[in-house]
């Protein structure tokens, strides 16, 4: 089946930081989404990306649609205490359902 | 906000035992999704619902498992005989539309076999 690899699995900074990691495949993806989870909570809809070179942001976080469509890039600058958790990608190929990276686990330092 | 809404929170059942989870998704949403997290690992998909019928399923929805759509508001998963394996987070999703628009989650079930 598809596989999502996410990079890194986890990592430690401190307040102030500026943060990136990605998510790979082998297999081109149409829609790329990210997501936020925290301890015991459903993940929650960061950013959707539609379209390959597609950079979108939302608050602190920007992400990136890879050229290649077979990679896409999560940017959150300034972290702060809340930050913390686990950032899932999300992939989708045309009529199919998405699926999931194992995760960037981020805590923050204060 | 609208949110998707899943009980019960927690679910401790006997090895052998059925268990019925339940969702209530957005409102005005078409598509219904069920997903698992073991433990530490990621979140793995189970089964999308559409016009009250199974759209796609995963290998690990086999013959144990079953959704339904018993009213205009609930969507639930039922394991018929679980397992130890089958222990995890249970999400609940739905979708406005499909591939234009992200999944809201639930803040799932946990269950526990024990």
């Known amino acids: 089946g598809q596989q999502l690899n996410q990079s890194p699995q986890s990592m430690f900074i401190q307040e102030g930081e500026d943060v990136s990691m990605n998510c790979t495949s082998s297999s081109i993806f149409n829609t790329w989404l990210w997501y936020k989870q925290d301890p015991g909570e459903g993940p929650v809809l960061l950013i959707a990306?539609?379209?390959?070179?597609e950079l979108t942001s939302n608050g602190r976080l920007t992400a990136q649609f890879g050229i290649t469509r077979k990679d896409s890039f999560l940017n959150i600058s300034a972290s702060i205490p809340s930050d913390v958790g686990i950032y899932f990608c999300a992939g989708q190929r045309t009529g199919q359902n998405f699926v999931f990276g194992p995760g960037t686990r981020l805590s923050v330092l204060p | 906000e609208p949110e998707v809404t899943q009980t019960p929170s927690h679910q401790v059942t006997q090895m052998g035992q059925e268990v019925i989870l339940r969702c209530v998704p957005i409102?005005?949403?078409?598509?219904f999704y069920w997903y698992r997290q073991i433990l530490g690992q990621k979140v793995e998909f189970l089964v999308s619902f559409y016009n009250n019928e199974i759209s796609e399923k995963s290998e690990i929805f086999d013959d144990q498992f079953s959704v339904e759509r018993p009213d205009g508001s609930n969507f639930t998963l039922k394991i018929r005989s679980t397992k130890l394996e089958d222990s995890a987070m249970y999400f609940c999703?739905?979708?406005?539309?499909?591939?234009?628009?992200?999944?809201?989650f639930g803040s799932g079930t946990r269950l526990t076999v024990v």
């Open positions: 409102s005005n949403h078409l598509y």
């Open positions: 990306l539609y379209k390959a070179g």
């Open positions: 999703a739905s979708s406005e539309g499909g591939v234009m628009y992200g999944y809201t």
